[in-house]
């Protein structure tokens, strides 16, 4: 059975006392009431380790939010995955579309970062989508199968067992846009049938496919209930504990 997960991305949010503070009380709440689902926080590198010392890490999983294309050296101010798996992190995120498009990552720098986070025991969940002109001009499938061939289909598939697909609607993402449910599913059962081309059906199968761009708790439930819809990358709704649980809870 594929894991049905919601991932928090904190992105460049909360400072140390606050983050820690979040943390903290999503461990509480959801130690208490334990989730139906995966969950798991990609929060700033400066949190990391921090938050590592008090996380349970069987409820709530770590996560960065990216790391460097290289293993080491002098490349001043960049974060290795060997430094994130060595604060207690279990996961990272990369391919993201605002890593892509402000900083300027292309396909083969995502292949090397992917590499790395493997090499060093990360699972990553790697974030694919389409801009609303792509999307307008129905090119979103060609558009995510170049992303995960660019990146992600170099992997064996030993390797590509570590990998969580984010699907991304670029013109979704903090907008208040949301792709209809049926839109998700569409395009969620497209990348996992060109998994299943790349790997076979069974890791198909196994792969979860979450969806990004305005989650919350209101659209949750009708999105989650789509068969290739494992879940949500969630961003803004994911700053406020009793937001993302209510995310998390569409799992009940």
């Not at 709440?29 to 008090?54: G, Q, R, W």
């Not at 990272?92 to 493997?118: D, M, N, Q």
């Not at 289909?153 to 979704?172: G, S």
Request: net charge negative; glycine share 8%; hydrophobic share 40%.
């Amino acid at each position: 059975m594929r894991k049905k997960i919601v991932a928090g991305n904190w992105k460049m949010n909360m400072n140390l006392q606050d983050g820690l503070a979040l943390a903290k009380e999503l461990n509480d709440t959801l130690t208490a009431e334990k989730p139906n689902c995966d969950v798991v926080i990609c929060t700033p590198f400066i949190h990391l380790a921090s938050i590592a010392s008090f996380l349970n890490q069987d409820i709530i999983g770590l996560g960065a939010e990216n790391c460097a294309d290289k293993e080491k050296g002098a490349f001043t101010g960049e974060v290795s995955a060997e430094m994130v798996k060595s604060t207690g992190a279990q996961y990272v995120i990369l391919g993201h579309s605002e890593r892509r498009e402000y900083y300027k990552e292309t396909p083969e720098v995502l292949k090397e970062k992917v590499l790395l986070a493997l090499k060093n025991g990360l699972k990553v969940i790697f974030c694919i989508g389409e801009t609303l002109e792509e999307r307008e001009a129905n090119k979103q499938n060609q558009v995510v199968k170049a992303e995960l061939e660019g990146s992600v289909f170099n992997l064996t598939e030993e390797e590509f067992k570590n990998i969580i697909i984010a699907y991304e609607p670029i013109w979704a993402i903090g907008t208040g846009k949301t792709a209809t449910a049926e839109q998700a599913e569409e395009i969620h059962a497209y990348i996992r049938s060109i998994v299943a081309e790349k790997y076979g059906a069974e890791v198909a199968e196994n792969t979860s496919i979450l969806y990004g761009g305005s989650c919350k708790a209101s659209n949750a439930p009708e999105l989650f209930a789509k068969p290739d819809i494992d879940g949500g990358l969630i961003g803004g709704a994911s700053l406020k504990a009793a937001d993302f649980k209510g995310i998390i809870d569409a799992w009940k």
